[in-house]
């Protein structure tokens, strides 16, 4: 059973560095990998998306690595901003004839003004 | 983008009523439908999978007599959460599949209160 797990819980930094949140997975065998962001009380946003052949995917300040074959994938945030404070998730999907998603349980980010 | 519709957003209800929570996919069709659910600090955990025009298929431990799912046409799926208890009390989010390899995009989330 594919298992997810997110490394900081909680992590709480100064305006303006760059940080790193950890998501490492048990099963490497996936189809691909997806990082979302949740505001208190809100519906997930989708930030990037993974396939299994990849390495990495950019989007503005926002950089993710997977490295499959080690279970593990990053998001780099660069230059953070209090507007990125939220929790952050990853997910899997397992393979290509399942559309179900595996998440972990989030990093909770507060980027201090 | 894809745009998933969730309402209501908040809904507080009696114990023993039923409440009726409906996605809507705006600009797209959604063949497949996922529900979650998710407790405070917790991830999210998958309840079922509806596909359009067929039975919901339920997660183990899910059950499929108290939360009814329908998924009668490409563009909207509804979870009926029947007979509601307090513990029912939960953040309830649904989330289509996008065609080709574009990921999932989720509704805004009800949160759901059994009084």
């Known amino acids: 059973k594919q298992e997810v797990t997110q490394i900081p819980a909680a992590l709480s930094v100064p305006e303006g560095e760059n940080l790193v949140l950890n998501c490492s997975f048990t099963?490497?065998?996936?189809?691909?990998l997806q990082w979302f962001r949740q505001d208190p009380g809100k519906g997930l946003t989708s930030l990037l998306l993974?396939?299994?052949?990849?390495r990495e995917q950019t989007s503005g300040r926002l950089n993710a690595s997977l490295d499959k074959s080690s279970g593990r994938s990053t998001l780099y945030i660069a230059a953070s901003q209090p507007g990125d404070s939220a929790t952050y998730l990853c997910a899997v999907r397992v393979g290509a004839g399942s559309y179900q998603l595996t998440f972990g349980k989030g990093t909770k980010l507060s980027v201090i003004p | 983008g894809a745009v998933v519709s969730q309402h209501p957003s908040r809904v507080i209800c009696k114990s023993g009523t039923s409440v009726k929570i409906e996605c809507r996919s705006l600009d797209f069709q959604a063949t497949t439908m996922f529900w979650y659910r998710q407790f405070p600090k917790q991830s999210l955990m998958l309840m079922a999978t509806s596909n359009e025009g067929s039975k919901a298929t339920y997660e183990q431990g899910v059950e499929k007599d108290k939360f009814l799912i329908n998924h009668a046409s490409l563009t909207l799926s509804t979870l009926t959460v029947t007979s509601a208890h307090p513990e029912d009390s939960s953040f309830y989010i649904c989330?289509?599949?996008?065609?080709?390899?574009?990921?999932?995009?989720f509704g805004s989330g009800t949160r759901l209160t059994v009084v």
């Open positions: 993974i396939q299994s052949s990849q």
């Open positions: 099963d490497s065998a996936i189809y691909n």
């Open positions: 989330s289509a599949r996008l065609q080709g390899n574009y990921g999932y995009t």
